[in-house]
């Protein structure tokens, strides 16, 4: 079995920093400690989307411990940091994925574990799946493999957490500075009236992230129809609607 | 959402309500969602809704050779692989007409054995985890993990094994390997006591788990329930012992039933099950040693293999119930028609709907968990 | 027991007219029915000969026929033998009767197979979507659906040419066989 450090990752070529507002050259002493805080104490949303779910319960309990690294399985996307992507992701799945993704408060990060989430995988000629993860919502870490080994697993969060420590990990900001890009694709995929409910645009102002790839003409489409979600109708049997 | 762009809406007061257990849920096993109709805590009504992991295999199935299919086939049940691949290799035997030699055989029991080991254990850490009591989780994760070492010295993959293929298994075992399993099996065996205390005398389990989700023999069998399911009604149905296939009929190996019917008769079930099985894999262990032979036998060229025509219904007992294939050949080289029937299309779909009606919302996962079922073999 | 049972099988399939009857083994049975008979057959064995357990229904997708064929698995607990009906109806309308008063397990593979094939079958209890909710397609397990050039439509690939690849290219090499060409 191999250890932890010899297996060979591999990392994204570092993005440049964004300008900094602040001049006083003490503040990135803070913003090191607050990443060095935050990379060891990431709560991760196991949303198991595919085949890859049955190796993050050894990942997380005794025997390859996640836990003494920080990292935690939380239920609610709005405390987590990290969403686990583990396995194909079909298409019914991945509307879910990406409400859930919006739903996270910034920094989040995004783990694409197996193959399938890299280049389709094993299930390239399906009908139902998604085959390039990164189309839909930017992705940080890819760990590969069918299915990865919780060493393997573990590895690409260590890897994880030496880029949010180093500040390499940041492509929450390209959700918002690219969702033209984004948005084209979901609704390539899910149809020309897809919304969520999360209102990205004026996230993107609020952190200020506007950049020319927000807006285009996907999300000019987008606030043709957008209108206030109605709540969830539930059509149980044919004999009782729901009154809404 | 923005609070300026919440608008409210209102309601008649009433104490029904309508709740999706989505997709993402810890009490739900895989990508599941339910959708249930509530009266304060109580559930009047539950709707099933899969595709959350539709990958459509039968689809992919007919473009694939035959030999590939055994790649994508233990995908099909996650936590508990081995069946799937015996069960596609056992009907392309039969169509094509070739003979597994025995010694394969054996194997193939020892492996089909080892995985229900493994599939019951995350089974009873599961269903531990939806009661609230965590440690068992651990341990049975943990256990489950000794098994999976050993299939990752047998077959070299943890978890998807692609071991089997038709005619026989793809590589001997390892010297030694028979006797690090009998450690393993003493080992299980050791701790089974430990499993009790903690989990199935345990009163804070069996008052929480008795009486949940109960189903009498006349529903089960109406409802189309097999595997520990039924078992835990009373009938003593196996796919080992009624229909069998591989050398099961050369083992003695007793089933256990219990006459509840309810969650706690399945996880004692289960349980008794998990102890059969390392008598089983003691026998295979002891016999397995003078059996000499080839462990495949000969196939054609596997790139180009063209199966004659002709059409077989294989089934095997898996962990959760009975697994069938009906594969169809036209003679070509890929398969025309390969239908999977997994256990779970029944008992999550069907099941899981009449038994959460008149149960408590905390219980659904527990009935969910207790009755095993799988979504990825509901959606394929 | 189950011996003189299945002779007993055998024989009174053998008798009734319209059905092909074909013992393959011990525990495997096939039987051809015209399809306006294979209700009262099944009723017939679940009523008289004990095969109270629905194994599975399948459809099988004849498109040279024009046909499609459904299987109906069905087990005895007491002959412990497996009874398999085959039956053929035509593509075009895809409509038949639901079995769902005999074995309620018929409601899933009956919605299966009307999502995936598209076969209607009158009586069953809910023929509504279950695991295709949001696909807009043609069913998708029919022969002339191509699951491949629709994910090539829909879809694109990766681009995946890295350093390493374009390094070995500088010096001559390269990727000699590409899928595509072999299929």
């Given at each position: ?152 697993v573990i590895s690409g969060l260590r890897t994880l957490m030496d880029d949010i420590e180093s500040g390499r990990a940041d492509s929450w900001k390209k959700y918002f500075q690219n969702y033209d890009y984004y948005l084209g694709n979901q609704q390539q995929l899910f149809g020309e009236h897809w919304q969520t409910p999360t209102d990205i645009i004026a996230e993107a102002h609020h952190y200020e992230l506007i950049t020319e790839q927000t807006l285009g003409e996907h999300t000019a489409l ?23 | ?380 | ?183």
């Amino acid at each position: 079995m191999s250890t932890i450090d010899n297996i060979p990752v591999r990392h994204e070529t570092p993005v440049a920093e964004t300008g900094s507002k602040r001049s006083n050259p003490l503040a990135h002493v803070f913003d090191e400690l607050v990443n060095f805080c935050r990379s060891r104490s990431l709560f991760m949303l196991h949303y198991c989307t595919g085949c890859g779910a049955i190796e993050l319960p050894p990942a997380m309990t005794s025997r390859f411990d996640m836990e003494r690294l920080g990292i935690q399985p939380m239920v609610s996307p709005r405390q987590a940091d990290i969403l686990l992507i583990t396995g194909y992701v079909s298409i019914k799945t991945l509307k879910r994925v990406i409400l859930t993704y919006e739903q996270m408060p910034a920094p989040k990060y995004v783990i694409g574990i197996c193959s399938c989430t890299v280049n389709g995988g094993m299930y390239w000629q399906s009908y139902a799946t998604a085959k390039m993860l990164k189309q839909y919502m930017p992705v940080d870490i890819y760990i590969a493999g069918c299915m990865p080994r919780p060493e393997a697993v573990i590895s690409g969060l260590r890897t994880l957490m030496d880029d949010i420590e180093s500040g390499r990990a940041d492509s929450w900001k390209k959700y918002f500075q690219n969702y033209d890009y984004y948005l084209g694709n979901q609704q390539q995929l899910f149809g020309e009236h897809w919304q969520t409910p999360t209102d990205i645009i004026a996230e993107a102002h609020h952190y200020e992230l506007i950049t020319e790839q927000t807006l285009g003409e996907h999300t000019a489409l987008l606030e043709k129809h957008q209108k206030p979600l109605d709540a969830l109708e539930m059509r149980l049997t044919g004999k009782e609607k729901q009154k809404t | 959402m923005r609070p300026e762009n919440y608008q409210a809406k209102s309601q008649p007061p009433s104490n029904e309500y309508e709740l999706n257990f989505g997709p993402n849920h810890p009490g739900i096993e895989g990508n599941y969602a339910f959708k249930v109709k509530l009266n304060g805590d109580e559930v009047l009504e539950a709707h099933a809704d899969a595709g959350y992991l539709h990958r459509g295999f039968e689809k992919l199935m007919e473009g694939r050779l035959w030999i590939q299919n055994i790649a994508l086939v233990p995908r099909i049940c996650v936590p508990d692989p081995v069946p799937m691949e015996v069960c596609y290799s056992l009907a392309i035997e039969e169509i094509g007409g070739l003979q597994a030699p025995e010694r394969a055989q054996w194997i193939r029991v020892m492996q089909l054995e080892m995985s229900r080991l493994a599939a019951h254990l995350f089974a009873f850490g599961g269903h531990a985890a939806t009661t609230g009591m965590y440690t068992p989780m651990f341990w049975g994760v943990a256990d489950r993990d000794l098994v999976l070492d050993r299939f990752e010295e047998l077959t070299g993959g943890r978890v998807y094994s692609i071991y089997n293929i038709p005619g026989g298994v793809r590589r001997d075992i390892p010297d030694g390997f028979l006797e690090r399993l009998s450690n393993l099996l003493d080992y299980l065996q050791s701790r089974l006591p430990d499993y009790d205390n903690l989990f199935f005398t345990n009163q804070v389990f069996v008052k929480r788990a008795r009486d949940v989700g109960k189903m009498t023999q006349e529903q089960a069998l109406k409802w189309g329930v097999t595997g520990p399911n039924l078992r835990a009604t009373g009938l003593a149905f196996d796919v080992r012992r009624d229909d069998p296939y591989l050398v099961y009929d050369r083992i003695e190996f007793d089933i256990p039933t219990e006459p509840g019917g309810d969650a706690l008769s399945r996880n004692l079930v289960r349980r008794a099950e998990l102890k059969q099985s390392i008598h089983i894999l003691r026998q295979v262990i002891d016999r397995l040693p003078s059996i000499k032979g080839p462990i495949r036998c000969p196939i054609p060229n596997p790139l180009a293999w063209n199966v004659p025509a002709g059409e077989a219904y294989t089934r095997v007992e898996s962990s959760k119930g009975e697994l069938a294939y009906y594969v169809v050949s036209t003679g070509g080289d890929k398969p025309y028609r390969v239908h999977v029937r997994g256990p779970s299309s029944m008992h999550a779909v069907q099941v899981l709907e009449n038994l959460a009606v008149g149960s408590r919302l905390e219980d659904i996962a527990q009935i969910m968990f207790s009755l095993d079922a799988c979504p990825p073999e509901v959606d394929r | 027991m189950s011996k003189e049972l299945n002779i007993w099988l055998d024989n009174l399939l053998e008798d009734i007219e319209s059905v092909q009857f074909n013992r393959k083994s011990s525990r495997r049975v096939r039987v051809d029915v015209a399809s306006e008979a294979l209700p009262a057959l099944l009723e017939l064995l679940q009523g008289h000969a004990s095969y109270v357990h629905l194994s599975a229904i399948t459809c099988v997708d004849w498109i040279d026929d024009d046909e499609f064929e459904l299987v109906y698995h069905v087990w005895s607990y007491e002959t412990r033998s497996l009874v398999s009906a085959h039956t053929r109806i035509p593509r075009d309308p895809g409509v038949y009767l639901s079995i769902y008063d005999l074995y309620q397990p018929a409601a899933f593979f009956e919605r299966d197979i009307h999502e995936m094939f598209g076969v209607y079958f009158e009586g069953s209890p809910d023929m509504g979507r279950f695991i295709l909710t949001e696909w807009d397609g043609p069913p998708p397990m029919r022969k002339e659906f191509d699951s491949e050039s629709f994910v090539n439509q829909t879809f694109t690939w990766e681009q995946y040419h890295p350093q390493w690849l374009k390094d070995i290219e500088e010096e001559g090499g390269g990727i000699t066989t590409r899928p595509e060409d072999v299929r």
